[in-house]
C-alpha cells in the first residue's frame, strides 16, 4: 500500500480533484432533472466503489483488520462525508444551479481551515475571522440576488448546498485523523460502501412508504451518465482527495479547493447554459478573497 502514499505529486492529487469535482456539479445539475436526490446519491455513491475495488483487486493488501473504534470513525465519515453531503449536495443543486453550487463549495477551505484551528484548541485571529466574514457575505450576496418568485425555493436549496459543505468538512476532520492509522484506499472504499447502503436504504424506504412515484429515467444513456459520474468524480476524486489529506493534512489540501469553483462555474455555463452574472463574480471574488484571507497561516 506504499504506492498510494509515496506516488503522485500531491498538487497533482489536489489539482485533479478539484477538476473532476468541479465538472461534475453541472453533471449533477443535469442528472437531477430525471433522478430523484436521494437515488441520484445512491446510484452515484454505488457506482464510486467500483474503481477502488479494482485498485484493492490489483494491491491484494493483506491486513485488513480495524478495532472498533476505527470501524465507529470510519461509520461516522460515511454519514458525514457521504450520506449527507451527496444528498444535500443533490437535493441543493435540484433546487438552486450548478453556479451557486459551485460558489458555496469554495467556503470548503475557508470551513476546514477554521474547523482545525478549533480542534487544535487555537482562537482564530482577525485575518480568519475577516475571511469568515467576507466568505459568508459572498454567499449571502449569491443567495439574496434573485427574482423574489425564485428567492424561497432557490434560497433553500442554497442553504442545503451550503449544510453540505459544513457536513463533508467535519467528516474531512475526522479522514485526517484515521491516515495515521489506515491507508487512503481502506478510508475510501469503506467510507463509500457504507456511504452507499444509507442513501440506497433511505430511498427504498423512502419509495416504499410515500404515494408519489419515484422520479427515474426511462433512458437508460441517464443511468449511464449517472455512473460514471459517480465512478469518476466521487470514486476515482475521494481517493485522490483522502490520498492527499493523508500527505499534507486537511488545512493545507484545502487551499487547492479554490479551483473547483472555477471548474465548477465553467461547467456550469458550458454544459447547463446556465447565465454568468455580475454577481456571481462578485460573490466568487468575497468567497475566494476571504477564504485566502482565511486560510493564510494559523496565527492568522
Not at 107 to 121: I, V
Not at 163 to 178: D, K, M, Y
Not at 241 to 260: E, K
Request: proline share 4%.
Amino acid at each position: 500500500m506504499t504506492a498510494l502514499v509515496s506516488g503522485p505529486d500531491v498538487r497533482l492529487l489536489l489539482l485533479g480533484t478539484a477538476v473532476l469535482w468541479g465538472g461534475n456539479l453541472a453533471v449533477i445539475k443535469l442528472l437531477g432533472e430525471h433522478f430523484d436526490p436521494i437515488w441520484l446519491s445512491g446510484v452515484r455513491i454505488a457506482c464510486a466503489c467500483i474503481p477502488q475495488c479494482l485498485l484493492l483487486l490489483h494491491l491484494r493488501p493483506t491486513d485488513w483488520r480495524l478495532t472498533r473504534m476505527e470501524v465507529g470513525a470510519l461509520m461516522l465519515c460515511a454519514l458525514l462525508m457521504v450520506y449527507l453531503n451527496q444528498w444535500l449536495l443533490a437535493a441543493g443543486i435540484g433546487l438552486s444551479s450548478a453556479t451557486n453550487a459551485s460558489l458555496i463549495t469554495a467556503l470548503t477551505p475557508l470551513t476546514a481551515a477554521t474547523l482545525a484551528l478549533c480542534l487544535m484548541r487555537e482562537r482564530p485571529g482577525p485575518h480568519r475571522l475577516v475571511g469568515l466574514g467576507l466568505g459568508l457575505a459572498g454567499v449571502a450576496l449569491v443567495i439574496v440576488n434573485r427574482p423574489s418568485a425564485e428567492l424561497t425555493r432557490a434560497g433553500f436549496g442554497d442553504l442545503l448546498l451550503l449544510a453540505g459543505v459544513f457536513a463533508f468538512t467535519l467528516g474531512a476532520a475526522l479522514v485526517q485523523r484515521l491516515t495515521r492509522r489506515l491507508d487512503a484506499l481502506r478510508i475510501s472504499l469503506f467510507i463509500h460502501a457504507a456511504g452507499a447502503v444509507f442513501l440506497i436504504g433511505h430511498a427504498a424506504a423512502l419509495t416504499f412508504t410515500r404515494d408519489a412515484p419515484v422520479r427515474l429515467p426511462t433512458d437508460i444513456h441517464w443511468w449511464w451518465m449517472a455512473a460514471l459520474s459517480g465512478a469518476i468524480s466521487t470514486g476515482i476524486g475521494g481517493l485522490l482527495w483522502n490520498m492527499a489529506v493523508g500527505r499534507v493534512g486537511i488545512g493545507r489540501a484545502s487551499v487547492w479547493l479554490y479551483w473547483v469553483p472555477v471548474f465548477g462555474l465553467a461547467g456550469a455555463v458550458l454544459f447547463v447554459g446556465e447565465p454568468l452574472t455580475v454577481w456571481h463574480l462578485l460573490g466568487l471574488a468575497l468567497i475566494l478573497g476571504g477564504t485566502q484571507l482565511g486560510t493564510r497561516g494559523r496565527s492568522g
